[in-house]
């Protein structure tokens, strides 16, 4: 793998952990599925400016449909379960990056059990991370410190498969458009509280049913928000501290939708951006402002073309 030159360049373009200006703001991009093969390639770019991506590293295995998180200013991201097409299977892999440092990633422990197309979320710079759905089973991690999930609790209702995650930060709400629940595409919407322990509760309900959403938020400024989504170019929008139904936001540039995009933001300076795609040749990146209702736009190319990412920022306080 050849990465980009360091040295004053890496100062401009990755900035320092935990410096929360616009420079250091990097979303990275893990994996991919394009037919018939998938890839761990991973990829970044500066949330502030559009443009294309740029190479990252290498994950530990080739797979997608897994799930990203991390620890926002403190810069580690992690990626974990999915599936991998070399000896088909789920995987409880776990692996992590540290976001302003270009390379490959490390193992990081286990999930307590194989499998993929679920949601993550964290509660930033408090360190937990959340894996949730796929199985009843919600897990939990101590960003900070390698080594296998924990049980945190148990799904609302009925296991959830293609759903995704969003917090309020270290405000402690995580919530998850859950997406596909005995064959039929959702619009419910669950949450818990990161640092307590306990089973998911309902939310509220998405403004149209679908599976394979992308989830981003502005951190403590509390608005999160759902993108697209299985064959809807749908954008919704909640107050991540009020529970209710979600509210239209507007539309993803691709009319026909796009799904299993690893989605991100840049907390509270607003920016979230998801990349790739479902479509046979998409890896485009789109880009919405958070805190302003409108139709996304586009924000440039992955390096890889395929559905399935995973997506990390090292930006929530």
Not at 159 to 169: E, F, I, P, V
Not at 182 to 189: H, L, R, S, V
Not at 286 to 300: L, R
Request: proline share 1%.
């Amino acid at each position: 793998m050849k990465l980009m030159p360091f040295g004053t360049e890496k100062n401009t373009l990755f900035g320092a952990a935990g410096s929360g200006s616009s420079g250091g703001q990097i979303a990275v991009f893990a994996g991919t599925y394009y037919y018939p093969t998938n890839s761990n390639v991973m990829d970044w770019v500066t949330i502030s400016s559009a443009g294309d991506a740029s190479d990252f590293g290498d994950d530990l295995q080739s797979r997608y449909f897994g799930a990203g998180t991390d620890n926002g200013v403190n810069a580690r991201g992690i990626s974990a379960g999915g599936y991998t097409t070399v000896s088909p299977a789920s995987s409880d892999e776990i692996s992590y990056i540290t976001i302003t440092s270009a390379g490959n990633a490390t193992d990081f422990g286990d999930i307590s059990t194989a499998r993929y197309q679920f949601g993550a979320t964290s509660n930033g710079t408090n360190e937990r991370g959340i894996f949730y759905g796929s199985s009843r089973q919600i897990d939990y991690i101590t960003i900070s410190s390698a080594g296998n999930s924990a049980d945190f609790g148990d799904t609302y209702s009925e296991s959830s498969m293609l759903g995704s995650g969003l917090s309020n930060g270290t405000n402690e709400r995580g919530v998850f458009a859950v997406g596909y629940r005995g064959g039929i595409a959702k619009d419910f919407i669950d949450y818990i509280t990161i640092s307590s322990l306990g089973d998911g509760a309902d939310f509220g309900d998405l403004t149209v049913g679908r599976h394979s959403a992308s989830g981003m938020s502005n951190g403590t400024s509390e608005r999160g928000v759902i993108a697209g989504g299985d064959t809807s170019n749908v954008i919704d929008y909640i107050t991540i501290s009020s529970l209710g139904n979600a509210t239209d936001f507007g539309d993803c540039v691709n009319s026909g939708g796009e799904r299993t995009r690893g989605g991100t933001d840049s907390a509270t300076d607003n920016i979230g951006v998801y990349g790739g795609g479902y479509s046979d040749a998409t890896k485009t990146i789109e880009t919405i402002t958070i805190s302003s209702a409108g139709n996304a736009t586009d924000f440039g190319d992955r390096t890889v073309t395929g559905s399935g990412s995973r997506a990390m920022a090292n930006s929530k306080s």
